[in-house]
């Protein structure tokens, strides 16, 4: 999995650092956006033909890296 998550790049110089793919200007977002809204991977790739079959997984297994976070309760503080 370490090598499919190298696929995702942070660089300040490139799309305010926000995740990308390769160091293209195409972000990750981008991609799961596209997902989302019901594209194939077939359809992406036409659309954005710099991009690999790997790149989308890799951002589906970013975006579930992610959506892992643990959350916790902190009873008894207050705001």
Known sequence: MQKTLDRITFNPQIMSGRACIRGMRITVSLVLSLIANGLT?????????????????ASLLYAAFLADEEVRS????SA
Do not use: C, K, W
């Not at 992406?44 to 790997?54: F, H, M, Q």
């Not at 902190?74 to 503080?77: D, L, P, R, S, Y």
């Open 41 to 57: 991977t077939i359809e992406i790739l036409s659309e954005y033909p710099d991009l690999e079959p790997e790149d989308i997984r």
């Open 74 to 77: 902190f009873v008894g503080m």
